[in-house]
C-alpha cells in the first residue's frame, strides 16, 4: 500500500511541476491564452485518468507532453471546418490567409538570435519556464538585480530590433 501511495504522490508531484511548461508548450501550439488554459486542463485530466497507463522509470515529461499534443490535435480534427456539398454558396470555402504568423516569428525569432546570451537566458528562464528573479540568479550565481537587468536590457533590446522602420 506504502508504494502505491508513494507513487501516485510522486506522479502528482511530477504533473505538478510540469504544469508551467505544460502552459507554455499550448500558448505555443494555440497562441490564446484561454484555450491554452483549457488543453493544459484537458492534458491534466487525461493524465490523472490514464496515469495506470504510465511506466515508473520512464521519462514523465515525453509522456505528458505527448498527450498534450495529440490532445491539441484531437481539437484540431473536432473542430475542423467542413463544407456541404449540396450547398452551392459553400462549394469554395474561404480561410484567411495564415502567412503573416510565420513571417512575424521568424522576424522575432531572428531578433531574439541578435540579443546577448545572458538576457536571452534570462528572458527564456523568466517569461517561458516562469522562474522567479531569484530562481534565475540562484541557477546563474548572479545578483537579483543583475538578472533583472539582464531582462530589462534584452527587452529592450528586442523593442528596438523589432520597431518598425
Known sequence: M???????DS???GLT?????????ALSLTRNGDRADDLVQQTALKALSGRDSFRRGTNFN????????????SQLRR???????DDSSQRLPFHEPTQEVGLVMREFVGAFRKISKASRQALLLSKLEGYSH?????????SEGTVKSRISRGRAALDQLLACP
Open 62 to 73: 515525453a509522456w505528458v507532453f505527448r498527450i498534450q499534443r495529440n490532445e491539441f490535435v
Open 79 to 85: 473542430t475542423r471546418p467542413t463544407v456541404d456539398i
Open 2 to 8: 506504502l508504494a502505491i501511495q508513494t507513487m501516485n
Open 17 to 25: 511541476d510540469a504544469l508551467p511548461r505544460l502552459r507554455a508548450y
Open 11 to 13: 506522479f502528482a508531484l
Open 134 to 142: 531569484q530562481q534565475i540568479a540562484d541557477l546563474a550565481g548572479i
